[in-house]
């Protein structure tokens, strides 16, 4: 039986760390008048804008791998539909909506990686929404089944999500650099086509009045977002997209950790038990054949 690569699974911890905590940035820079649109727009402007200083020598790559356009479509997408639907559901529902994301991983990766649906993945996978539902479970939601426009949007995003991870994976061989341009730019651009539109609607605030201390944690954020895209480059190259997809999981554990932590939330047993569940199917559960390395 193999061993995980844990420089790669440890890539997407960090991944799903930050973006675990990323509801403390966005509720703080909501506070200052900022929409969570508009920073998704600001702080995706900004991480793309440092990528390409940094990475300017793989642009050519874009040209030469025009998949990558999809990648950027697919991140964009995801980010947008996520945003408002946090925006304007039920957060919970929305978060439990999203992550039936395992589920499309493992048709995708089947339909397009040719990765084999195997009784190992179903398990791995079953386990892994099992946490999920242990975590996120309330007895007013009832079943997770989608009834307003934001659970929509919220299983729209999970949807994209897993065809962003999906086409990561089969684009392994092309540069980090140039994946992580296509997603940053494509999260920019569809944030603020997002940002205008709602705000030409009148649905959401123009950002025209935000104090000038929002903007230096709008920096912070897109430092650590910039990061946690490396990381998830770096990771999804590396492992199968079925236990990508379940790593990944770990993103409720932090977000409901870091809410007690903060005193948003209480933490409950039934968190301790779904996060362990979370944290140890990849683990637990194997398959036999190597994991492929990429180049």
């Known amino acids: 039986m193999h061993h995980l690569p844990k420089s790669a699974v440890a890539a997407l911890l960090i991944n799903t760390t930050i973006w675990g905590l990323s509801w403390t940035g966005m509720r703080a820079l909501e506070a200052m008048g900022l929409h969570p649109l508009w920073a998704t727009a600001a ?150 086509l997002l940002g205008l539109g709602f705000s030409l609607a009148g649905l959401t605030a123009w950002p025209a009045h935000v104090p000038g201390a929002a903007w230096p944690l709008v920096g912070v954020w897109a430092v650590l977002f910039l990061i946690s895209n490396l990381c998830l480059q770096y990771g999804v190259a590396r492992l199968p997209a079925t236990i990508t997809a379940v790593v990944m999981l770990a993103e409720i554990l932090v977000a409901s950790l870091s809410a007690w932590w903060l005193g948003a939330a209480e933490l409950r047993p039934q968190d301790l038990i779904g996060g362990a569940l979370i944290i140890a199917t990849p683990w637990l559960v194997r398959d036999r054949r190597p994991v492929a390395q990429a180049a």
């Open 43 to 192: 702080i995706f402007t900004a991480c793309a804008a440092m990528l390409l200083a940094l990475k300017y020598r793989d642009l050519p790559q874009l040209w030469r791998h025009p998949e990558l356009l999809g990648v950027a479509l697919a991140t964009g997408l995801t980010n947008a539909v996520f945003n408002v639907a946090i925006a304007y559901g039920d957060v919970v529902r929305v978060i439990l909506l999203f992550y039936l994301m395992p589920i499309w991983t493992v048709i995708l990766a089947r339909l397009v990686l040719h990765e084999a649906i195997t009784p190992r993945s179903l398990v791995r996978v079953a386990l892994g929404l099992g946490g999920a539902f242990i975590v996120l479970y309330q007895p007013r939601l009832g079943l997770p089944l989608p009834q307003t426009l934001p659970d929509w949007l919220a299983v729209l995003g999970g949807f994209s999500f897993a065809i962003n991870n999906v086409l990561l994976r089969r684009l392994h061989g092309v540069s980090d650099g140039a994946r992580a341009i296509a997603m940053l730019s494509g999260g920019a651009v569809l944030a603020c």
